[in-house]
């Protein structure tokens, strides 16, 4: 697991007692969008960087995500400084977050991943049919049985979120300790509006999902003649309009001014939020996280920020 709070750019998550380096990698793109082979070299210029957080989930490309992580982590021996997170909820095999499926899952997940402990174990959407008790606890049992580190939450909307913390207080457990909002600079209203507050009141680590916006915020898509090489992409096409040119515009002028890919600029604002522990980047190849890896230390000037800030603003 990645070290307490001891390199220079670390960033700490939460109350985890973890600090992770400025941008974790997703992993939902391995196996659909990429093979073994660009998978592989992914993961290695990441971990060459001195990346850490690699987060997928049980249900991506039907588990084959998780065992191409696994057949990498395999090949790894220094396994502790590497933070690894995947979600449960959403595999066929495992549905939802009643304690049963969530201990199938994480079974299932650990043997994918040829692991015997799951760093940050998410909790992927709400699920209306079981009491978030019995969800936190169980997922509290697997902590104390030392299968997984800490518990996360993807795609909970406030009320859940608020009263997911009432719970792991009232049970005087730890409980749900990290988020997976959607956060991007065209993303912005419910993760600030809504989830923020919970977040900054219960000390919640905050890790961006589609910071790239699909990729629109690395300037891939200027046109609807630019059509992704990935149906995993085809998100990017809803910004391809007036107020998506307008953020790209000032994207572009704030880059030019840095000497910068725009995307890297994109994640330096992101990486100038409050709690935000890092960003997590979804890239079809090496190549394009080599273009974005620089952005975890690029500094904006406070006007560069209040510009960026403007012109996305909701």
């Not at 997922?139 to 009432?166: C, D």
């Amino acid at each position: 697991m990645a070290s307490p709070l001891s390199g220079p750019i670390s960033r700490r998550v939460g109350q985890t007692g973890m600090a992770v380096y400025p941008i974790a990698l997703d992993g939902s793109v391995f196996g659909w969008a990429t093979d073994a082979k660009e998978t592989a070299d992914v993961l290695d210029l990441f971990y060459a960087a001195g990346g850490d957080l690699i987060s997928t989930a049980a249900h991506y490309a039907g588990g084959r995500s998780e065992i191409m992580i696994g057949s990498w982590l395999a090949r790894h021996p220094n396994r502790d400084r590497l933070v690894i997170a995947t979600k449960v909820g959403k595999h066929p095999d495992a549905l939802g977050l009643s304690p049963k499926s969530v201990r199938r899952g994480v079974d299932a997940s650990l043997e994918r991943l040829r692991l015997d402990r799951i760093d940050l174990l998410g909790l992927d959407g709400e699920d209306p049919s079981t009491p978030i008790e019995a969800t936190l606890t169980a997922a509290t049992e697997l902590v104390a049985a030392g299968k997984v580190g800490h518990i996360s939450a993807t795609g909970f909307g406030p009320e859940a979120l608020r009263e997911a913390v009432k719970v792991a207080r009232r049970l005087e457990i730890p409980g749900i300790v990290v988020i997976l909002p959607e956060y991007n600079l065209l993303e912005r209203r419910q993760y600030e509006q809504e989830l923020a507050p919970i977040a900054v009141a219960a000390d919640l680590g905050v890790l961006a999902r589609t910071p790239m916006a699909n990729g629109y915020l690395r300037g891939d898509f200027r046109s609807r003649h630019d059509k992704p090489a990935s149906p995993i992409f085809q998100g990017a096409l809803k910004y391809v309009n007036r107020r998506g040119a307008a953020v790209l515009s000032v994207l572009d002028d704030v880059a030019d001014e840095c000497g910068q890919h725009v995307g890297r600029v994109a994640l330096a604002w992101l990486l100038t939020r409050p709690n935000l522990a890092a960003p997590v980047v979804r890239v079809p190849s090496a190549r394009a996280l080599a273009d974005l890896l620089p952005g975890a230390s690029l500094e904006l000037t406070p006007d560069q920020v209040e510009r960026l800030d403007r012109v996305t603003d909701y």
